[in-house]
């Protein structure tokens, strides 16, 4: 098959492409496709009023001499026999609207040589069968294209058709109808016969085709590097999708996009579907969960207000932040990682590799796997629901209730009036250890591993919940293993500002383990008691806070050499982690001021540091008792480690 980028030996890279010259030049392919990874239409009343009035400027001013609108990148594709449009999609769909505008307005001109001329932008808006535009796994754009090219009566058209995909099309349409009346009202010489063939004629777009041999994956990575913001994870999305079979094509590019929107529940990525795509997506979930658990999604749950994510998602009954009518708070969910991230660790899993966590390199990475004879693209995609799946119901997320903000992991449940909701099922350690790492670690250091705990404990165990106990002592593990969180020693934690952030928060996670199991054993400060202990919430700080203040209004440790009296105050006895806000507030306030607003601000924020606290159940901040409290503090690391190396 012919075609100007693939089959000519020495092709014009850079070409000017009339509407006229679409027909005679593009004809030996399909039309043009919008790839998956591109943006919905997007351009609004002053784009096109724009487009419009240079083209209307340019008329009345010379309209023998040709109008540039700019480029338009094409790629052949052989699998499709489209061009995809690589750079141009927003022009080219408003130029073709535009098209279909002037063609509705003079298919009643009695004029045979206007007539004849008018069946010309019919080679502009379709090729035999097809509509010459065509969006990737987006049916609902499809079919809307295609109900405009049937519809005859301009006023049915500007009336729009409920899609919601469709609304900026809807909206382009209208107003370029708008602005053809307004211009035939206001300039007695406008002729819209000659103005349309000045359009299909002159306007034209600068055609750069891409050679065969470009790396378009390098072609994505420049055009980002230019600001032109092609995100990488629609490429990867697009080209997986060519992969599978077109009948599936748009049901697993539905399941992509849901498992893509990682600041909610995975649950309301599938909300308000057609019955069509319920049944294909149906069909995925079971395939899914029989390759890797029959039981998961099949079983019986054991407490009958629990309904498993199958029986959600089919029915679609689930709380949106669109479904006004039913009067529901939606809490605000915030996600640990982006979905380029969860791309990589999920192809990680996938994969049994060690795969690079950047994310800036997502394309090349996930190319070089599907090139590989193995890899699956409907396989995966299945696998990276499961994970996401899992994500969700063992995995923290932050959580925003009534401006509430905390670390939370939910699960479904069906309430009184038959909306599906999240609620907290599973809370205490297996949070607060999650918490704490998120705070202290890189993400691509716990969670691939964490991650992996929970599908063998979904493939091996087949129960409602793991062992929480269990699941809490394995991620510890997790953690105690990372390379450097492993104790020696040798670590110096005397390092004031210096000092490595991770055992701060360490030391606080096993302090709520000690303090949330002995109801006795906490400071006994004014305001702290069981429950603001318990409820304690890891926060991303990271000013280190010297409790005597490095250099005080006035000296309160005294008689003591200036030199030493400095390397005693960077001992890790005498440091704790605070927000770098809470860190100006203090500043170089004496020690039993700092003390005040301390208990201050825990009856009112909640405890901010869990060593912070135990520091300051002393009344006063003597030398003797800061090496109390950091001989205390370091045995507690100690111990833990002990116990650690016993149990292995």
């Given at each position: 098959m012919d075609s100007n980028n693939i089959e000519i030996k020495d092709p014009k890279l850079f070409s000017a492409s009339s509407v006229l010259d679409?027909?005679?030049?593009?004809?030996?392919?399909?039309?043009?496709?919008?790839?998956?990874?591109?943006?919905?239409?997007?351009?609004?009343?002053?784009?096109?009023?724009?487009?419009?009035?240079?083209?209307?400027?340019?008329?009345?001013?010379?309209?023998?001499?040709?109008?540039?609108?700019?480029?338009?990148?094409?790629?052949?594709n052989e699998i499709s026999y489209y061009y995809d449009i690589i750079d141009g999609q927003q022009r080219m769909t408003t130029l073709w609207l535009i098209g279909l505008v002037l063609q509705m307005k003079l298919k009643n001109f009695k004029n045979t040589q206007e007539q004849d001329y008018n069946n010309y932008w019919n080679n502009f808006l379709f090729n035999e069968d097809n509509v010459l535009?065509?969006?990737?796994?987006?049916?609902?754009?499809?079919?809307?294209?295609?109900?405009?090219?049937?519809?005859?009566?301009?006023?049915?058209?500007?009336?729009?058709?409920?899609?919601?995909?469709?609304?900026?099309?809807?909206?382009?349409?209208?107003?370029?109808?708008?602005?053809?009346?307004?211009?035939?009202?206001?300039?007695?010489?406008?002729?819209?016969?000659?103005?349309?063939?000045?359009?299909?004629?002159?306007?034209?777009?600068?055609?750069?085709?891409?050679?065969?041999?470009?790396?378009?994956?390098?072609?994505?990575?420049?055009?980002?590097?230019?600001?032109?913001?092609?995100?990488?994870?629609?490429?990867?999305?697009?080209?997986?999708?060519?992969?599978?079979?077109?009948?599936?094509?748009?049901?697993?590019?539905?399941?992509?996009?849901?498992?893509?929107?990682?600041?909610?529940?995975?649950?309301?990525?599938?909300?308000?579907?057609?019955?069509?795509?319920?049944?294909?997506?149906?069909?995925?979930?079971?395939?899914?969960?029989?390759?890797?658990?029959?039981?998961?999604?099949?079983?019986?749950?054991?407490?009958?207000?629990?309904?498993?994510?199958?029986?959600?998602?089919d029915n679609a009954n689930v709380i949106t932040e669109n479904n006004k009518e039913k009067k529901v708070i939606v809490d605000n969910v915030t996600s640990i990682l982006n979905f380029p991230e969860f791309l990589l660790i999920c192809l990680g899993l996938y994969s049994g590799k060690n795969i690079p966590f950047d994310d800036k390199k997502l394309t090349d990475i996930f190319i070089r796997e599907i090139r590989e004879e193995k890899f699956n693209a409907k396989q995966f995609i299945e696998h990276l629901f499961l994970y996401r799946v899992l994500f969700d119901k063992y995995i923290i997320k932050s959580v925003t209730t009534n401006e509430v903000t905390k670390w939370e992991i939910r699960k479904i449940k069906e309430d009184s009036n038959n909306q599906y909701v999240r609620y907290e099922h599973l809370q205490g350690d297996v949070v607060q250890i999650q918490s704490m790492l998120n705070v202290s670690t890189g993400v691509n250091l716990w969670l691939p591993k964490v991650l992996e705990l929970v599908c063998n404990l979904v493939d091996e165990k087949i129960e409602e919940e793991p062992n929480i106990d269990s699941f809490v002592k394995q991620i510890e593990k997790v953690d105690d293993?990372?390379?450097?969180?492993?104790?020696?020693?040798?670590?110096?934690?005397?390092?004031?500002?210096?000092?490595?952030?991770?055992?701060?928060?360490?030391?606080?996670?096993?302090?709520?383990?000690?303090?949330?199991?002995?109801?006795?054993?906490?400071?006994?400060?004014?305001?702290?008691?069981?429950?603001?202990?318990?409820?304690?919430?890891?926060?991303?700080?990271?000013?280190?806070?010297?409790?005597?203040?490095?250099?005080?209004?006035?000296?309160?440790?005294?008689?003591?050499?200036?030199?030493?009296?400095?390397?005693?105050?960077?001992?890790?006895?005498?440091?704790?982690?605070?927000?770098?806000?809470?860190?100006?507030?203090?500043?170089?306030?004496?020690?039993?001021?700092?003390?005040?607003?301390?208990?201050?601000?825990?009856?009112?924020?909640?405890?901010?540091?869990?060593?912070?606290?135990?520091?300051?159940?002393?009344?006063?901040?003597?030398?003797?008792?800061?090496?109390?409290?950091q001989t205390s503090m370091i045995s507690i690391l100690e111990n833990h480690y002990k116990t650690q190396d016993n149990e292995n």
């Open positions: 679409v027909f005679s030049t593009y004809n030996d392919a399909k039309g043009f496709n919008i790839p998956i990874y591109q943006r919905l239409y997007a351009w609004g009343e002053s784009e096109i009023k724009n487009l419009l009035d240079d083209f209307y400027n340019s008329f009345k001013l010379n309209n023998s001499k040709d109008y540039f609108i700019g480029n338009l990148t094409l790629n052949f535009l065509f969006f990737t796994s987006r049916d609902e754009d499809n079919l809307y294209l295609k109900h405009l090219i049937k519809t005859q009566n301009i006023v049915d058209i500007t009336k729009g058709v409920g899609k919601k995909n469709n609304a900026k099309m809807v909206e382009a349409i209208r107003y370029i109808n708008k602005y053809l009346e307004i211009k035939a009202e206001d300039d007695s010489e406008f002729n819209l016969y000659n103005y349309s063939k000045y359009i299909y004629e002159k306007v034209k777009l600068a055609a750069i085709f891409l050679p065969k041999t470009i790396d378009l994956n390098k072609y994505f990575e420049d055009m980002n590097n230019r600001g032109l913001q092609l995100e990488a994870h629609h490429i990867i999305k697009a080209k997986l999708l060519e992969k599978i079979n077109p009948s599936l094509q748009n049901s697993y590019a539905k399941v992509w996009d849901a498992i893509s929107q990682m600041n909610q529940y995975v649950e309301y990525g599938f909300a308000n579907e057609d019955e069509t795509l319920k049944k294909h997506r149906k069909n995925l979930i079971d395939s899914n969960y029989s390759s890797i658990n029959n039981n998961y999604f099949t079983k019986q749950d054991k407490e009958k207000d629990e309904k498993s994510l199958k029986n959600i998602i293993g990372i390379d450097t969180h492993k104790w020696s020693s040798s670590i110096n934690l005397n390092k004031g500002t210096s000092t490595n952030r991770y055992w701060f928060f360490k030391l606080d996670y096993l302090l709520w383990k000690k303090w949330s199991e002995d109801d006795s054993n906490y400071p006994k400060l004014d305001g702290v008691n069981k429950s603001k202990i318990y409820s304690f919430q890891f926060r991303d700080n990271r000013s280190v806070e010297h409790i005597h203040p490095q250099n005080p209004d006035y000296e309160t440790w005294e008689n003591i050499e200036h030199k030493s009296l400095s390397k005693i105050k960077n001992q890790f006895g005498n440091l704790a982690l605070i927000s770098i806000r809470s860190n100006s507030s203090y500043n170089n306030q004496p020690t039993s001021d700092k003390r005040m607003d301390f208990i201050k601000r825990t009856k009112h924020w909640g405890i901010e540091s869990l060593k912070l606290l135990a520091a300051y159940s002393y009344q006063d901040w003597t030398i003797e008792n800061m090496e109390m409290h």
